[in-house]
T-cell receptor, first 114, second 114 residues
Framework: DVKVTQSSRYLVKRTGEKVFLECVQD?????MFWYRQDPGLGLRLIYF???????EKGDIPEGYSVSREKKERFSLILESASTNQTSMYLC?????????????FGDGTRLSIL | GENVEQHPSTLSVQEGDSAVIKCTYS??????FPWYKQELGKRPQLIID?????GEKKDQRIAVTLNKTAKHFSLHITETQPEDSAVYFC?????????????FGSGTQLTVLP
């Protein structure tokens, strides 16, 4: 069974802080994703990575960056946190051979920016 | 990503009744249509999917129908039970751009009343 682990379930940070959200998957998946989930807006893609050191912008990349130094780990970085980045963040992975629609999600990190 | 509209945003049904959630899309060559379920406080999980070469697929009490001509696909839940209460998301792969993009609908909060 695929395991996608996010480092924190809940996180509280202050405006202007640099925030790191970590995600690790244990199935040697090629592709990893970061989504943001807000009520009424569904899941919106922030960034994704299809290989180590490779990244592509999703639909809402502004204010975020990512890092993929190892295949199993994909980090989301808020360079200077702002209150409008308060949200639920979901990491997901899928392998190269998987159907495009399959995503294995982590439990999410609920981030509050004060 | 693709444009996908999901309706309704909230749905309440009596236990034992049926529930239908519909997603429409504007323009896509996609051939794969997944549905995800997210229970309160848990991760989204794929529950059923359909490919464009079939019009309907069933798995016990859930089914998905696809109308490619009208560009919509629907999730049907029969004999609803309290454990069906959750947020349901449709999704649409981006067939024209990056093969790894997945656009989610805005979600439907289904409540099954005892």
């Amino acid at each position: 069974d695929v395991k996608v682990t996010q480092s924190s379930r809940y996180l509280v940070k202050r405006t202007g802080e640099k925030v790191f959200l970590e995600c690790v998957q244990d199935m040697d998946h090629e592709n990893m994703f970061w989504y943001r989930q807000d009520p009424g807006l569904g899941l919106r893609l922030i960034y994704f990575s299809y290989d180590v050191k490779m990244k592509e912008k999703g639909d809402i990349p502004e204010g975020y960056s990512v890092s993929r130094e190892k295949k199993e780990r994909f980090s989301l970085i808020l360079e200077s946190a702002s209150t409008n980045q308060t949200s639920m963040y979901l990491c997901a992975s899928t392998d190269r051979a998987a159907d495009w629609g399959q995503r294995h999600f982590g439990d999410g990190t609920r981030l509050s920016i004060l | 990503g693709e444009n996908v509209e999901q309706h309704p945003s909230t749905l309440s049904v009596q236990e034992g009744d049926s529930a239908v959630i519909k997603c429409t899309y504007s323009d896509s060559a996609s051939n794969y249509f997944p549905w995800y379920k997210q229970e309160l406080g848990k991760r989204p999980q794929l529950i059923i999917d359909i490919r464009s070469n079939v019009g309907e697929k069933k798995d016990q009490r859930i089914a998905v129908t696809l109308n490619k001509t009208a560009k919509h696909f629907s999730l049907h839940i029969t004999e609803t039970q309290p454990e069906d209460s959750a947020v349901y998301f449709c999704a649409l792969p981006d067939a024209s751009g990056s093969a790894r993009q997945l656009t989610f609908g805005s979600g439907t909060q289904l409540t099954v009343l005892p």
